[in-house]
């Protein structure tokens, strides 16, 4: 999906804690339970019900069971090695009545009937980092209780150039120990890997105080101006320790893996969503204007301004923006001219003030360019760049069938926060073809194009892989597929670390893609 247009609609999803047992859980009226469609990025998205209508799209069975149960999809155990891998679509009539409140049992009912799914509730010892006081310093200070709770501030990165140094600096007032865990986990993702925050300070109250850090990627070449997020909680007199920690977990005891058949008639039961907008404006940008700025907003509306044709052609046909070559044709003009565009949903949708889903907002807009700009398409096959996953000289290790199939974030430890390899994954039960389809999502910054697995490699694979954040390499001078790193410890490449740790390499060349071809588009369009 084009960045640029930020929909702002990643897993908005309720999130109590563990609901009633599906037992004596209300239920869905009906639903549509399939496979979703292959996607080259994929990532769950929905969980919003509106106007009786639910869905959760792109989501595997450990995101299904996460949101049932309102727990982190990291805190899923147990299953079958399927379980991360295998994509869903849930589209279901909710009764009326029905609340944000009551979605969860009513999803744990649906799982339970449709996929036979167990489980119980546990608590294990899983790999967190413990956020504990030292002594408190005169840098956290006591909150009088006034004003909102937050940090506020966006990260300021102070130093366009490669090889300046940049900082993410914030004022945080009002916070609890207990949120202040769960924000640097939202604000520093990198130095935590995935895995969860916990406040074990005993402090009670609300706290102010500012914190200051060098992102995670930029660490290793910061030398002594770097600062590690770790070395700035110490500053408050707290301390953040990689534990094992005993955590709440969902254990999977059985589940299918095809969901039962769908009743006959099921999609003409569900509630229709809009196809298209109720009013829209488009017209040409302002002279001068080169940037976009916008997006989707709440209720099923869209701001976007700046905008190019092929840009917004990219959002309505969902092609992302490292697959430029999946949309193919069309005059100069669709890269040049830039359009402003206003819309809203109908008013039933508009007046829940809510997002709508990203399909749904994708195929209104799909409809209104068509319309006003007379385009016309057709799908083909056609040789496109790809990234080829090859092997070169493989230092693989065989798989253990009976490990779920996954590729984590390995956590960092505070005493090792300024190596340069920030990124670590450990992948088990993965075949080449799964891998190919994750290192976009796992080398943002890396892969401008879409991976294909040409290795031969049958089976799955047991291996881990460590390199660095594009953004200590650029630091460094280097660029992101630059050769040999100068030291054992320093900044390498993924181009670099797939070659030296696995023997495999990533390739540029043409592939046959599936691709959207433009046949006609009209450069002004229809009158408002």
């Known amino acids: 999906m084009n960045r640029a247009f930020a929909f702002g609609l990643a897993a908005l999803i309720p999130g109590a804690a563990f609901a009633q047992s599906a037992g004596t859980s209300p239920a869905f009226e009906i639903a549509d339970v399939h496979a979703s469609p292959r996607n080259i990025n994929p990532a769950m998205r929905g969980g919003l019900m509106s106007g009786g209508r639910y869905e959760l799209r792109t989501a595997t069975m450990v995101d299904l069971i996460g949101v049932a149960y309102g727990v982190d999809a990291a805190h899923v155990v147990g299953g079958p090695a399927w379980l991360d891998t295998d994509r869903f679509d849930i589209v279901a009539k909710a009764p009326a009545g029905a609340t944000p409140e009551t979605l969860q049992p009513m999803l744990q009912s649906l799982l339970t009937d449709r996929f036979k799914l167990v489980v119980h509730n546990d608590t294990r010892a899983l790999a967190g980092y413990a956020l504990t006081l030292v002594k408190r310093t005169a840098q956290l200070k006591e909150s009088k209780g006034a004003g909102e709770s937050g940090c506020s501030h966006p990260p300021e990165m102070q130093g366009a150039t490669p090889g300046t140094l940049a900082y993410n600096t914030y004022s945080c007032h009002n916070m609890t120990m207990a949120t202040l865990a769960q924000t640097l986990r939202m604000l520093a993702p990198g130095y935590f890997g995935g895995n969860p925050v916990l406040d074990r300070t005993a402090l009670n109250g609300s706290w102010d105080f500012d914190v200051r850090w060098t992102p995670r990627g930029l660490l290793a070449t910061a030398g002594s101006e770097g600062v590690s997020l770790f070395d700035s909680v110490a500053k408050l007199g707290l301390k953040l320790e990689l534990q094992q920690i005993p955590i709440p977990v969902v254990v999977v005891d059985s589940v299918n893996q095809k969901p039962t058949e769908n009743p006959p008639g099921v999609t003409k039961s569900l509630p229709v969503t809009p196809r298209e907008f109720e009013v829209a404006d488009i017209k040409p940008s302002a002279p001068g204007v080169t940037e976009a700025s916008g997006g989707g907003q709440p209720g ?73 700009f007379k385009i016309v398409t057709h799908s083909d096959v056609q040789p496109v760049t790809v990234y080829a996953l090859v092997a070169a000289k493989p230092k693989l290790a065989r798989a253990d069938p009976s490990n779920r199939t996954v590729c984590r974030n390995t956590p960092v430890a505070a005493n090792n926060a300024a190596s340069a390899l920030s990124k670590a994954f450990t992948c088990l039960n993965v075949s080449m073809a799964q891998f190919a389809d994750k290192l976009q999502g796992m080398a943002p910054g890396y892969i401008h194009h879409p991976v294909v697995d040409l290795t031969g490699l049958d089976g799955s694979w047991d291996f881990t892989l460590n390199f660095s954040n594009p953004l200590a390499l650029m630091a460094a001078g280097r660029g992101v597929g630059a050769g040999e790193a100068a030291d054992p410890n320093g900044a390498i490449s993924l181009f670099e670390a797939l070659d030296k740790q696995l023997g495999l390499k990533l390739e540029q060349q043409k592939h046959p893609m599936p691709v959207v071809v433009i046949d006609h588009v009209e450069e002004k369009p229809t009158e408002n």
């Open 300 to 372: 099923g509306r869209i701001d976007a301004r700046g905008m190019t044709l092929r840009a917004l052609m990219r959002i309505a046909w969902n092609i992302d923006d490292n697959d430029d070559d999946m949309l193919v044709g069309g005059p100069k003009w669709l890269d040049v001219n830039r359009f402003d565009i206003v819309a809203k949903a109908t008013a039933g949708v508009s007046k829940t003030g809510e997002f709508i889903d990203l399909g749904a907002l994708q195929t209104m807009l799909r409809t209104l360019l068509t319309d006003r």
